[in-house]
């Protein structure tokens, strides 16, 4: 079974393990010539306007810094989201790979 990773970005999450709990985000990198894929499926719908105008903003940044994001139909995604109906392993898994740090929430 996988452990919690050592380098977690989110604060608190290496509290648990006697880290910090300060946020430590990646160093920025140049975008210019990456092509990204945005699939256009259910995955995005229903976001909180916040989350979808940020998501929007990201997007239109790496746009602006010379990325290349292609938006593509992918109704696939859409249906894999069915494996997940009743519940499906995710839930479990997250729950035992998380069980030390959900005591600080």
């Known amino acids: 079974m996988s452990q919690p990773c050592d380098g977690a970005i989110l604060p608190g999450e290496d509290a648990a393990r ?4 300060a946020a430590v985000a990646p160093a920025p990198r140049d975008v210019a010539g990456l092509r ?4 256009r499926c259910s995955a995005l719908d229903g976001l909180d306007a916040p989350v979808a105008t ?8 790496l ?3 010379g990325a290349t994001v292609a938006e593509v139909d992918a109704p696939a995604l859409t249906r894999a989201q069915s494996l997940f109906g009743g519940g499906g392993l995710a839930g479990a898994e997250a729950y035992h790979i998380h069980r030390e740090v959900r005591p600080l929430h």
């Open 63 to 65: 746009r602006a810094a």
């Open 36 to 39: 990204l894929l945005l699939p």
């Open 18 to 21: 006697g880290g910090s709990l």
């Open 54 to 61: 940020a998501f929007a903003r990201a997007v239109e940044a």
